[in-house]
């Protein structure tokens, strides 16, 4: 897939396939120099195949608002390459598979691990959701507002925190406290009486808070009492 003269593009819950080349990129962002490339932004992708994931071509090609969180680089060689990317770009809680990426761009939120099969149910054949304690699951950045839902359709998170990769990890049994109430992307949910499964109770986007609501502003609990 190629990108050129774009700009503020979302790409996210992506599987980018390059096949496995020997001298190729799964993902080229490239701009000419006077119609420079901006606002990349690369969420819960997974880049397979290639010696690279992503490929900066030009100094011009991630231009400013370049950011990669919560994805994937199964590749060959390096996840992200070419050119470095430009002052100002967010490059948080990624993994790289190969060991030859020798740059993190946030070593305390991103990893380098080699073992596939610690991370996929069978990525041998296709199958890249997360297995039971894939490294990806619960170690993502949130992204509420802008990505809340996975390749399938589920929402996240589904444990602590956003999962990294497309899919989000789901043990199909979701424990709590009945009547236990949280707050997931503005919406206010509330524990079923089996503790099974979180009901919404309130869509908080659209919510005119009354005296002694409860409600919720992002991940947080107000209660009104004007």
């Known amino acids: 897939s190629t990108t050129s003269e774009s700009k503020f593009i979302i790409y996210k819950n ?22 420079p490339t901006e606002g990349i932004e690369l969420y819960n992708n997974i880049f397979i195949g290639n010696p690279t994931g992503v490929s900066i071509t030009s100094v011009q090609s991630a231009g400013p608002g370049f950011i990669a969180k919560n994805n994937i680089f199964q590749t060959l060689d390096r996840g992200i390459a070419g050119q ?5 770009s967010i490059i948080t809680h990624n993994i790289y598979t190969d060991s030859r990426q020798v740059e ?9 691990i080699t073992d596939l099969n610690s991370i996929f149910v069978d990525s041998a054949n296709g199958d890249y959701r997360l297995k039971q304690g894939s490294p990806a699951i619960d170690n993502g950045t949130a992204l509420y507002g802008i990505n809340e839902k996975d390749i399938l359709g589920t929402t996240r998170p589904q ?7 497309a899919y989000e990890y789901s043990s199909g ?23 099974d499964a979180w009901n919404t109770i309130q869509d908080c986007y659209s919510l005119t808070p009354v005296s002694n609501t409860t409600y919720c502003s992002g991940t947080n609990f107000i209660t009104n009492t004007t």
Do not use: M
């Open 14 to 35: 992506n599987i980018f396939d390059g096949g496995n080349g020997i001298d190729g990129r799964t993902f080229a962002i490239w701009a000419d120099p006077d119609y």
């Open 84 to 88: 470095a990317p430009p002052l100002g």
């Open 104 to 112: 993190l761009y946030d070593p305390a939120s991103e990893k380098i």
């Open 159 to 165: 444990g602590s925190a956003w999962d990294i990769g």
């Open 173 to 195: 049994v979701i424990s709590c406290t009945p009547s236990q109430l949280r707050c997931s992307g503005n919406l206010l949910q509330q524990c079923s009486s089996t503790g």
